[in-house]
Nanobody, 125 residues
Framework: QVQLVESGGGLVQAGGSLRLSCAAS????????IGWFRQAPGKEREFVAV????????NYADSVKGRFSISRDNAKNTVYLQMNSLKPEDTAVYYC??????????????????WGQGTQVTVSS
């Protein structure tokens, strides 16, 4: 089992950048695929980005391609989401999630059994 804690959220102006972190506790972190999801008020939780357990592949939602980048540091048990050129529509609570031996094609909520508590990102216009 793995526990996840997100950090790095905050308030930023449109066009700005933030880097979110997802820190994991537990053993065998490198064997987990990690996904980032977000949920805006009144909306469904949606996929943002994923990195496979082997770190060999990544995948992104069309809405963030070219602006967001996901990476992992297995030595630090941490996955990062670098968010650039932020837009007001990126405002949401961002969650990271884990799946043992998860691949980069798992971009749906039900594919992840472990979730963090979320971190708020607010982008002002």
């Amino acid at each position: 089992q793995v526990q996840l804690v997100e950090s790095g959220g905050g308030l930023v102006q449109a066009g700005g950048s933030l880097r979110l972190s997802c820190a994991a506790s537990g053993r065998s972190f490198s064997s987990y695929g990690i996904g980032w999801f977000r949920q805006a008020p009144g909306k469904e939780r949606e996929f943002v980005a994923v990195i496979s357990w082997s770190a060999g592949s990544t995948n992104y939602a069309d809405s963030v391609k070219g602006r967001f980048s996901i990476s992992r540091d297995n030595a630090k048990n941490t996955v990062y989401l670098q968010m650039n050129s932020l837009k007001p529509e990126d405002t949401a609570v961002y969650y990271c999630a884990a799946r043992r031996y998860g691949s980069s094609d798992i971009g749906f909520v039900a594919g992840y059994p472990y979730w963090g508590q979320g971190t708020q990102v607010t982008v002002s216009s």
